[in-house]
């Protein structure tokens, strides 16, 4: 009986040991993130591009290009389809699609027009960035209809202000100087059918 005793503890003694200490729950990890979470949105970097964007006529800062940031351009796509949506028209589909198409026609011009090159995200980053007030030309239809000499006004003023926006950041990120109203023109050709889906 001894002998199997002796065998016993022999079997089970190990150096393993259990360190059974408490260890108290921070709501940082090692990199300083709150509550270990890293999304990789910057909400600051948004807040500002979006002010660029309402604001037509102040000077755009040429880092705005620098970061491929689709979060804004994808929320400002899906308003608009939801916009559309309660003005009773479905065009999901022709908002993603006429955004694919038309941010490789930009990207294809802007690549040809300058010296340095630039990404197709950079691209979709600013032309989904400079959607934002066609969002808010399909917010007024969903109250009022565009189909008079008033809508037409606005959408063209709304044309207006989404090229302009997206030329000026363009022209400043790519020193493209003199040329804005060169990238401004199919810029506008891309928001016009966007306004027509709006307007129709």
Sequence with gaps: MSAMGEFDSDFYQSNYTIDNQEQG????DAYGNPYGLKLGINFDHIWQKTL?????????????????????????CIALGANLLLAGKVQFGYVYGMSAIGCLGIHALLNLMSTSGVSYGCVASVL???????????????????????????ALIIIGWCSLSASKIFSSALTMEGQQLLVAYPCALLYGLFALLTVF
């Design 128 to 154: 989904g960035y400079c959607l934002l007030p066609m969002v808010i030309l399909s917010s007024c239809a969903i109250f009022f209809s565009l189909q008079g000499t008033t809508g037409t006004i606005a």
């Design 52 to 76: 660029t964007v309402l604001n037509p006529l102040k000077p755009a800062d040429g880092s705005i290009m620098n970061e491929t940031d689709l979060t804004g351009p994808i929320l400002f």
């Design 25 to 28: 729950f921070d709501k940082a």
